[in-house]
């Protein structure tokens, strides 16, 4: 990835490593006040690489960030039964301030009733139907980390979406529907884009955006000539070879800002996921001043 002419980068890293340090602060006046040290319950279903990766990742962050950390496997052949019963003992477990599920989860598990068995105010990864309606109603609750992390982002940045154009390419649940639903609520124009699309259709739609959110997991789909001059594109795919969905060089001729592939929205994800374990963890305690 080489040096962009004209676009500014959008430091993830940098903001990430901000995010954790503040964070950890408040984790440590929290165990000071409370004598509790906030705790984040991670649960992965099988030995996927990746997975085992990420989650290995998340526990080390956790202890740089005061945040003690549950680590819980289960086999490859777990039943959906049985992942329930285990999000729903961690739910009830008082010493447990937030739970992760890894995902994937295996073809045979649902998913979904999965996820729905996480405690909402435990749900510090977003995934429940519950955060999503609140992050579409504006009410309470845990925004999901990658498009919470992306809005931290974009305000870091100065980007105020009110008014703006925003095209999402993607529409999964966790990633490309909410990252739509918060830029709407900062009062921006939103378009979905995904895989039925047209991508002529797809083109136009990017050619118009202010803000581009890329969130399709298909290398350098976005391409660069169609990014409107100036514009601010936030690349949250991850793809083989270290690249992100935006042909990034020739996007980096047109747009404003950009974000790295790595280093722009992974970090964030999991800076926030840090930050919404010791908000679960105040507001569990009863100190949370808001």
Not at 103 to 118: K, L, S, T, Y
Not at 201 to 213: K, M, N
Not at 216 to 231: N, Q, S
Request: aromatic share 4%; glycine share 10%; proline share 6%.
């Amino acid at each position: 990835m080489s040096t962009p002419a004209n676009a500014r980068l959008m430091d993830g890293s940098g903001l990430a490593r901000r995010l954790v340090e503040e964070t950890a602060a408040r984790a440590a006046d929290l165990t000071r006040r409370t004598g509790a040290r906030p705790c984040l319950a991670t649960v992965l279903v099988g030995e996927d690489p990746a997975s085992v990766t990420y989650v290995r990742m998340k526990r080390a962050r956790c202890e740089k960030a005061g945040i003690r950390s549950r680590h819980v496997e289960l086999p490859a052949t777990t039943t959906t039964e049985e992942l329930v019963a285990t999000l729903r003992a961690l739910s009830e477990d008082p010493d447990v301030h937030g739970i992760l599920l890894q995902h994937p989860v295996g073809r045979h598990i649902d998913e979904r009733a999965a996820f729905e068995a996480i405690a909402p105010e435990k749900d510090v990864d977003g995934v429940t139907t519950s955060s999503f309606a609140a992050m579409s109603f504006g009410l309470p609750g845990f925004v999901s980390c990658t498009p919470g992390g992306i809005m931290r982002l974009l305000d870091a940045y100065d980007v105020d979406p009110a008014g703006k154009r925003a095209v999402v390419v993607g529409r999964s649940a966790i990633l490309g529907k909410p990252a739509g639903m918060l830029l709407l609520a900062r009062n921006a124009t939103v378009t979905y884009c995904h895989s039925y699309t047209p991508a002529d259709d797809l083109s136009a739609a990017v050619r118009e955006a202010d803000i581009v959110v890329a969130a399709v997991g298909r290398a350098r789909f976005i391409k660069g000539e169609d990014v409107k001059p100036g514009a601010v594109v936030v690349d949250a795919g991850y793809n083989e070879g270290n690249v992100g969905d935006v042909d990034f060089d020739a996007a980096a001729e047109r747009a404003g800002l950009i974000t790295p592939v790595p280093g722009g929205v992974g970090p964030m994800t999991i800076a926030t996921l840090l930050a919404q374990t010791v908000d679960a963890a105040e507001r569990q305690l009863g100190t949370a001043t808001a």
